[in-house]
Every structure is written in structure tokens, then in C-alpha cells.
């Protein structure tokens, strides 16, 4: 199986203010000559708050543009990463500020099928995690609702979250339209200790797309994003059970960050490292 690999948008330019990942107001329209250059066949859009006065995916014209440079140097859009969601989280909110925040989901949907994406990835990690059973039916209620945009957009929803084997698979038996999906991020799930096989078990038959990147899991609890190879990640495991679903989506590398100033060469050898293993 050929494995298909993007970058996540940002990872192709130098931090701004510091950030660890947010959209490239500065280098946005240059990341495309670079993805061509590092080799990689899409970027995974993001939509967040630090970005969201410069996003070119709002306007007409901006999406204009990005269409223009997609043809240009012959780099896909299939996604959007949905970090507004983690600025202001669908839950532990007011209700006025639910109804804002599902409208945004909305227009991301809408945005998404614009740019020629048929996902949207929503983060229900970190500040935007689900801690309660309140707040999962808070979660899937709102989710119904979009399902009628997602379903006209033709744009899926893949959920990232924090959850382990049996509670997300429990999770998802209330949530069984074909349009919500599970983003699986092998980063995330070895820095909280859980293993692959047993959550491609649980679930992987609804795993849509996957993030790569590794991640440490410390004696203090705190979690750091390694270089891929260097963290607690087992890719023997997890490529194992990617193979065993018939896996045929595409590699968003959401990897630690190399030099500022060598993003690209930085991205190749991570690039190389998981298509040793993966091959």
C-alpha cells in the first residue's frame, strides 16, 4: 500500500510569537512551494483563533488564491484542523457562546468542501477535553446537529480525543452516522500510555484519518513532543494495526518541531522515518 504524506500547516515555516502550532499568517502562501520541496502531497489546514483575521479560507478571495497555489505547485488541501475549537471549546461554555461556537464549526464545514477538504478535525484534547458524562451528551448533541451540514457540505467530522479504548468506543456507539469519524493521533495516545492494538480494537474500523507524531509520557505526568522515534510511541504496533483496517487515507505529520530555518529538510527525515517503517 503507497502511503500518501501531508504536514500540518505551520510546521513548514518558523514558530510565530512562540507558538508551538498555530496558522502561518506570515508564510502561509510560501508553505506550498516548501510542501513540494519536502516532497509531501497536501497540507492539513487550520483554522484557529491567532489565525482567524488573516485565513484566506474565509473569503471568497482568499480561497481563490489558495486554489490558485494548489494548482501552481500541485499540493492538496484535504483537511482542516479545527484549533479554533480548542480557543473556545463546545463545552464548559454559556449557551449564547454554544450557539457561537457551532456556528464557527458550521462555517468550517463549509469552508472545508470550498478548498476541496472532505474532513474537518475537531480536538476534544487538553483544554478542549471531554471530562464528564454531562459533558459527552453535551458533546453529541451538538454534533447531531451539524450532522445536516456535514451532510450537505459532504464534509466528514473526525474527532480527536483523549479518550481511552472502551470509553471512546462507548462514545462512538452513540454517534453512529458514516460522517463522524475518529482522527487517530499516534502521538497523543502513546504520551497517555495507551497502546494501538488495543484501541484499533475498540475502534478502528472508525479511524478516518491519522496524525503522526511521538511523544514522551513523564514520571510528573507532563507530555512532550519527541522527534519520531524518540518517544514512547510503539510504530511497529501502530503500523501493524493500521495495515490490519485496510487503512488507505493519508499521514498528516504533526511532528516535533526541528531548527528554525530547516523546516523542510526537517520534515524530510521525518518523511523517511516513517516510510522505513511503514514499507
Given at each position: 500500500?503507497?502511503?500518501?504524506?501531508?504536514?500540518?500547516?505551520?510546521?513548514?515555516?518558523?514558530?510565530?510569537?512562540?507558538?508551538?502550532?498555530?496558522?502561518?499568517?506570515?508564510?502561509w502562501r510560501q508553505e506550498f512551494m516548501r510542501a513540494r520541496e519536502a516532497g509531501i502531497g497536501y497540507i492539513e489546514w487550520i483554522y484557529d483563533d491567532y489565525g482567524a483575521s488573516a485565513n484566506p479560507i474565509a473569503t471568497v478571495e482568499g480561497r481563490a488564491e489558495i486554489s490558485g497555489l494548489k494548482e501552481q505547485y500541485g499540493i492538496q488541501t484535504?483537511?482542516?484542523?479545527?484549533d479554533w475549537l480548542m480557543d473556545f471549546p463546545l463545552i464548559r461554555c454559556?449557551?449564547?457562546?454554544?450557539?457561537?461556537?457551532?456556528?464557527?464549526?458550521?462555517?468550517?464545514?463549509?469552508?472545508?468542501?470550498?478548498?476541496?477538504?472532505?474532513r474537518v478535525v475537531l480536538p476534544f484534547v487538553d483544554?478542549?477535553?471531554?471530562?464528564?458524562?454531562?459533558?459527552?451528551?453535551?458533546?453529541?448533541?451538538?454534533?447531531?446537529?451539524?450532522?445536516?451540514?456535514?451532510?450537505?457540505?459532504?464534509?466528514?467530522?473526525?474527532?480527536?480525543?483523549?479518550?481511552?479504548?472502551?470509553?471512546?468506543?462507548?462514545?462512538l456507539a452513540r454517534l453512529t452516522h458514516p460522517m463522524i469519524k475518529v482522527n487517530y493521533d499516534t502521538g497523543n495516545s502513546s504520551g497517555l500510555g495507551?497502546?494501538?492494538?488495543?484501541?484499533?480494537?475498540?475502534?478502528?474500523?472508525?479511524?478516518?484519518?491519522?496524525?503522526?507524531?511521538d511523544r514522551l509520557r513523564n514520571p510528573d505526568g507532563s507530555v512532550t513532543t519527541k522527534p519520531l522515534g524518540q518517544g514512547s510511541a510503539d510504530f511497529g504496533d501502530?503500523?501493524?494495526?493500521?495495515?490490519?483496517?485496510?487503512?488507505?487515507?493519508?499521514?498528516?505529520l504533526q511532528v516535533a518541531r526541528g531548527d528554525?530555518?530547516?523546516?523542510?529538510?526537517?520534515?524530510?527525515?521525518?518523511?523517511?522515518?516513517?516510510r522505513s517503517r511503514w514499507n
Open positions: 500500500m503507497q502511503a500518501v504524506f501531508g504536514v500540518m500547516q505551520g510546521r513548514l515555516s518558523a514558530p510565530e510569537e512562540g507558538r508551538f502550532q498555530s496558522f502561518p499568517r506570515n508564510s484535504p483537511a482542516i484542523c479545527g454559556s449557551e449564547p457562546e454554544h450557539e457561537r461556537r457551532i456556528l464557527v464549526l458550521h462555517e468550517m464545514l463549509h469552508w472545508a468542501r470550498a478548498i476541496g477538504a472532505s483544554a478542549s477535553s471531554i471530562r464528564t458524562k454531562e459533558e459527552e451528551s453535551l458533546v453529541i448533541r451538538l454534533l447531531e446537529r451539524s450532522l445536516p451540514v456535514s451532510e450537505k457540505t459532504g464534509v466528514e467530522m473526525h474527532l480527536e480525543a483523549d479518550f481511552g479504548p472502551s470509553r471512546f468506543a462507548d462514545f495507551y497502546v494501538a492494538r488495543e484501541e484499533f480494537a475498540a475502534y478502528g474500523k472508525r479511524i478516518g484519518s491519522i496524525h503522526i507524531k501502530v503500523f501493524e494495526c493500521i495495515r490490519r483496517i485496510g487503512y488507505s487515507g493519508g499521514f498528516t528554525s530555518g530547516d523546516e523542510v529538510n526537517w520534515i524530510k527525515q521525518q518523511v523517511a522515518f516513517v
